[in-house]
């Protein structure tokens, strides 16, 4: 079946294209969500009058989301604390519900923690590469810096000392001299 879509949806189009969709996905999905309607001759007549404004308002969409991946990538770094043991573990994992409200702290703007990919699990302390998707298509780049909440600020894990190196047996000296 034929529908409108009123707002974007990922891997389906963009505001105001014409696309198809199974009844079941449109029912179920994009209805009662308000991203959809049924593309009737009415409604097809009423999409070509207000493409100009849907234009004007998918720009102006993509405006604010180009703002907000710019404070973010202004932004720089994340810092986060949580508990961790020796070796820089941590007791539980840094999670994108973590990431985004620390992002929305610091940029005064709700960020959807679904758009938040981390390149890896973060389960020690350190510094990762994180990308977050502001819209189908905005990303802006931060870096998440985990910290020891009881040493306050971050450090390097303490790497295990080196093994003295073994001594010589007396054996082998007694050989050499022989």
Do not use: C, W
Request: proline share 4%; aromatic share 4%.
């Amino acid at each position: 079946m034929k529908v409108i879509l009123q707002k974007n949806v990922q891997k389906l189009g963009k505001l105001g294209d014409v696309v198809e969709s199974k009844p079941g996905y449109f029912r179920n999905f994009l209805e009662p969500r308000g991203l959809a309607v049924i593309a009737t001759e009415g409604a097809l007549k009423k999409r070509e009058e207000d493409l100009e404004a849907l234009k004007a308002k998918a720009d102006k969409m993509h405006q604010e989301a180009i703002a907000v991946a710019e404070k973010i990538t202004a932004l720089g770094n994340v810092k986060l604390t949580a508990r961790a043991g020796d070796g820089g573990k941590l007791y539980g994992k840094i999670t994108n519900k973590d990431i985004a409200e620390a992002i929305a702290k610091g940029i005064g703007a709700e960020v959807d923690k679904k758009g938040i990919k981390v390149l890896e699990d973060i389960g020690t302390l350190g510094t990762y590469k994180t990308y977050v998707k502001v819209a189908t298509d905005v990303q802006a780049e931060i870096n998440v810096i985990v910290y020891d909440e009881t040493q306050g600020e971050y450090k390097e894990p303490k790497e295990p000392a080196a093994p003295a190196p073994a001594a010589q047996e007396p054996a082998e000296e007694e050989a050499v001299e022989a």
